[in-house]
């Protein structure tokens, strides 16, 4: 998200962490931060509940390095003589 949530939005993904939690995995991706994500989700009590059962047994997987988009961009330029 590089916007804020809308309360309506902050509610359906507690509403689906919730459901996940302890019961199925559940796949999050992000290009923000993730000391950004609690500003993001835009409510104090919300981010708390939100963030708490997403983090609390998680595996982070951080990529580093040069987008892959940029990389893939340069070589179909390339490719077309561009």
Not at 21 to 30: I, N
Not at 37 to 42: A, E, I, K, Y
């Amino acid at each position: 998200g590089p916007e804020p949530l809308t309360a309506e939005q902050r509610r359906d993904l507690l509403e689906i962490v919730d459901d996940r939690y302890e019961k199925g995995s559940l796949l999050v991706t992000s290009q923000v931060p993730v000391n950004r994500w609690h500003d993001l989700v835009g409510d104090p009590t919300l981010g708390d509940a939100i963030l708490d059962r997403v983090v609390h047994r998680a595996h982070r997987i951080e990529l580093k390095g040069p987008s892959l988009r940029k990389r893939h961009a340069v070589t179909t330029q390339s490719d077309q003589g561009a």
